[in-house]
């Protein structure tokens, strides 16, 4: 694991530097002072290799004379009175990942350059955090890992004026950190290790940052008549769970109303009898990602004892094909009294939802539901891998969770609700069926069926992160594979319109 430390601004004498360089006006003070020391050869590498400091460019200068350092890397921040904390963080990222060489030890310098936009303090925080969250890794079943296979680095140094400061402002931005983990590792995890039980345990484990965590077995379920979720479950020889964490962090509030966070949670999803077919089956492990960014959100929330009161409720089952498994055709009756008619197994986490989101609303009178879902494979049709979809019925809440979500580069884009879409949904036989038209706004009409649990009056958002879950390839704060998009919009949407 990287260890980050903050010192004030100095050069280090050996193994690996990271320079911020800007645009045009080029190196900061103590980079023009590390240049005359090395006789020049920062500005005439700038100059020979068309490195001009626009955001995020990269060189590397090896082994350069007159120093025991193994190397330089010059950072490009661009426009100096254009920098924000969100590139910073990307900064962070690039630094860690260009950081691949021998060194257990290197110093990124956030340099003080002329007319930063914002305190260097602040900038080397969002630095520190971005290089935390590039260098997660998952090797705990690689036994085999020759040592040049791992990373070297195990400390970044984050150099800068007024390092105190920074670090006290890195200091909640590594809770979130441990939030951002936490799901990586609970999604990246395959589904004999991670099925319901085992993930409930995994909750339990919050209980020590003041967290109460309340899990629902199969017979409390039963009991609540949560036949929608059950129904999805009974396939499985792993039994379901319905979690429940509450952050209860400000007890004074006017409105003692908490948010809710909803999460799918299917820690497999083979499509049960509807059965998938075999390629790419196994990605269906991260299909309880949405229940893991509301656990890593909590996670986050409690490490850094946000002012806010927060449930969040994830419905755990696991969907498989057997002799006890739903069919298609089963009609089904929700907490809600509603019933369903199954037609389609594969279908299941808009079933595991319908519980959830009711038992949320009937337990706690929410001020407002979020739920997050691995939905559908459509929503990955229409917006790639560079949006999730949001969908709501409350403009002010979808305002303030796609800002949130542009303020930490989790982008959501908004999808419309509407009756035509519902209309869809409706059964000869039962209050509604599990799916819509094929090849009509598959995304939409799965939104719509939540909708028809979702209280009136409750403003309530569904992100489908289907497309957004796990990394095919490497981004500037995320190693590809188990992404945790999620847990940093949801602490933001949090910090910027629940805390006080
Ligand atoms: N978990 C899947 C959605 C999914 C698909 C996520 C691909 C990530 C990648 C969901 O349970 C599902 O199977 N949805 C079906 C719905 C359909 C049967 C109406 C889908 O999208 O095909
Ligand atoms: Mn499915
Ligand atoms: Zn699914």
Not at 26 to 51: M, S, T, V, W, Y
């Amino acid at each position: 694991m990287l260890k980050i430390t903050f010192s004030p601004a100095s050069l280090p004498a050996q193994q690996a530097l990271v320079l911020t360089v800007a645009e045009k006006t080029h190196l900061g003070e103590q980079g023009a002072q590390l240049d005359r020391k090395l006789g020049g050869i920062l500005k005439r590498a700038l100059e020979d290799h068309h490195f001009s400091g626009a955001k995020e460019q990269v060189l590397t200068i090896l082994t350069p004379a007159k120093t025991r350092l193994s190397r330089i890397v010059l950072l490009g921040i661009g426009d100096p009175a254009k920098v924000d904390d969100k590139l910073f963080a990307r900064l962070g990222g690039v630094a860690c990942a260009a950081l691949n060489g021998k060194d257990a030890q290197a110093v990124l310098l956030v340099d003080s350059h002329k007319a930063l936009a914002l305190p260097v303090a602040e900038l080397a925080a969002h630095a520190a955090f971005g290089a935390r969250l590039r260098s997660y890794r998952f090797d705990k079943y690689r036994t085999k890992l020759k040592p040049d296979q791992k990373p070297a680095l195990k400390n970044l140094t984050v150099a800068c004026a007024e390092a105190s400061k920074a670090r006290s402002l890195y200091a909640s931005l590594d809770k979130i950190a441990d939030g951002v983990f936490m799901t990586r590792d609970l999604v990246s995890e395959p589904a004999n290790v991670i099925y319901p039980e085992t993930l409930a345990k995994e909750c339990v484990e919050l209980k020590s940052l003041g967290v109460k965590v309340e899990v629902l077995d199969e017979k409390q379920m039963k009991k609540l008549g949560m036949g929608s979720l059950l129904g999805v479950a009974q396939g499985s020889v792993n039994p379901p769970r319905l979690v429940v964490l509450s952050w209860s962090g400000d007890p004074e509030a006017k409105d003692k109303r908490p948010v809710a966070f909803v999460g799918k949670g299917v820690t497999f999803d083979s499509g049960g009898l509807s059965l998938k077919p075999p390629g790419g089956m196994e990605d269906m492990k991260w299909d309880m990602a949405g229940a893991g960014a509301v656990i890593g959100a909590m996670r986050a929330l409690a490490g850094r004892k946000a002012k806010a009161n927060v449930v969040g409720i994830v419905g755990l089952v696991e969907n498989m094909p057997s002799g006890t498994a739903q069919r298609p055709g089963d009609v089904v009756t929700s907490m809600s009294g509603q019933t369903i008619e199954v037609l389609n197994t594969d279908a299941e986490g808009r079933l595991v939802l319908a519980d959830a989101l009711w038992y949320a609303q009937d337990m706690f009178n929410p001020r407002c539901v979020i739920d997050l879902a691995t939905l559908t494979g459509a929503i990955i049709t229409a917006l790639g891998h560079e949006y999730a979809g949001i969908f709501a019925n409350d403009d002010a809440l979808s305002d303030q969770l796609v800002k949130a979500s542009n303020a930490v580069e989790e982008p959501l884009w908004r999808f419309p609700l509407g009756e035509a879409y519902d209309k869809q949904l409706d059964s000869p036989i039962a209050d509604m069926k599990n799916i819509g038209s094929k090849g009509e706004a598959g995304s939409i009409t799965a939104a719509q069926f939540l909708q028809r649990f979702i209280k009136k009056g409750v403003p309530w958002a569904h992100l489908d992160i289907a497309g957004m879950a796990w990394l095919g390839k490497d981004k500037p704060l995320c190693p590809k594979g188990a992404s945790a998009f999620g847990v940093r919009l949801l602490d933001r949407f949090v910090a910027d319109h629940v805390e006080r």
